[in-house]
């Protein structure tokens, strides 16, 4: 599948609203698929982190002040810990929302399509950056029998190399497979 088949499944309406309860933080993330041979884009999280220490995820954070919107905050996060600069119209479409367990956030996950990207510059956030060819890591799909995962109904992992990428991070990975592979 080429960038432009993921893109026309990937493409969706963007609804920019989501309420928090008291139990959970508004966060977001962007899923930068990129390249002639689609690659998804990741980060491996410090150890010392405060939340999901040395977990693989997507570039994001929770919502700060200073952010107009969720949307906001996803390219803010992105450029941050990437160094990679998108705009409110590279980004085509969004996933459902997924909260975290251990941690309460509420992500909403944007998704941004680029043909390339340049040098990847990393802040204290990011340990590791990971260019994941796309389609191989979605057929690695499988569910997660961890126990230390606090598993529930939707609990997922997909494996790149020796990594295993589970939680919200593999919840938004099945909804893109499932979009991908609609009929």
């Known amino acids: ?14 609804d920019l609203i989501l309420s928090s309860n008291e139990e959970t933080k508004l966060s977001a993330v962007l899923i930068v698929i990129f390249g002639k041979v689609p ?14 220490g040395g977990e693989i995820a997507f570039p994001g954070g929770k919502i700060s002040n200073e952010d107009y919107d969720l949307m906001d905050t996803a390219i803010r996060e992105t450029s941050e ?10 980004i085509i479409g969004q996933l459902k ?6 941690s309460g956030f509420t992500i909403l996950p944007f998704i941004c399509i680029l043909d390339e990207i340049n040098e990847l510059i990393p802040n204290s956030e990011v340990e590791e950056f990971l260019e994941i060819p796309l389609m191989p890591l979605l057929q690695t799909f499988s569910n997660d029998t961890e126990p230390k995962h606090n598993s529930i109904q939707e609990m997922y992992t997909f494996t790149f190399e020796n990594k295993v990428i589970w939680g919200a991070s593999a919840r938004m990975l099945k909804q893109i497979a499932e979009k991908i592979n609609k009929p």
């Open 1 to 14: 599948m080429n960038l432009e088949q993921i893109e026309n499944s990937l493409t969706t309406k963007i």
């Open 81 to 90: 810990e990437t160094g990679i600069v998108i705009t409110r119209e590279q």
């Open 39 to 52: 690659k998804i884009l990741m980060i491996k999280k410090p150890i010392t982190m405060n939340y999901h």
């Open 97 to 102: 929302p997924v909260t975290t367990l251990n």
